[in-house]
């Protein structure tokens, strides 16, 4: 039960902080596929480097998780092709409903009930990748 007020207390902190900052703004997504702003590029990038330090970290401190055992990062396959073809995938995705995952959740909870359509979108496609996984190229 402890962990489950934590993690619904993360999430609330993200939900306020994805609102307040902007990141779940149709506009924003839309100025940032446009180039017209760094607003978007800013987060991203700062989100990307925090999760470089956050990782290196947890690597070079041998960290435990909440229940004493080893936090292993394994390492990603190598591959070219299944990594530019699921950012197109995922980026027109982005593109053409204005929200990633993340927001998505954000949306729903600010009551654009329509954003169950992506929700819907989503959790099929990520259910097709796992009926489909074992069948595409490596």
């Known amino acids: 039960m402890k962990q489950t007020l934590s993690f619904f207390g993360i999430g609330l902190f993200l939900g306020i902080l994805f609102i307040k900052s902007e990141v779940a703004s149709w506009f924003r997504i839309y100025e940032m596929f446009q180039f017209k702003s760094f607003h978007m590029y800013g987060i991203i990038g700062s989100a990307i480097a ?3 330090v956050i990782v290196k970290y947890l690597k070079h401190t041998q960290a435990k998780d909440i229940n004493g055992k080893d936090i292993l990062i394994v390492p990603k ?5 299944r990594y530019i073809s699921g950012g197109i ?3 027109l995705g982005w ?4 929200a990633c995952p993340g927001p998505m959740y954000v949306l729903l909870g600010s009551g654009f009930a329509s954003i169950l359509v992506l ?3 989503a959790l099929l496609g990520t259910f ?9 190229p490596h």
């Open 128 to 136: 097709a990748y796992g009926l489909l996984k074992n069948k595409l």
């Open 50 to 52: 925090l999760g470089i």
């Open 77 to 81: 396959d190598k591959g070219f092709v």
């Open 95 to 98: 593109a053409l409903a204005g």
């Open 119 to 121: 929700i819907l979108g």
């Open 89 to 91: 995938i995922f980026g």
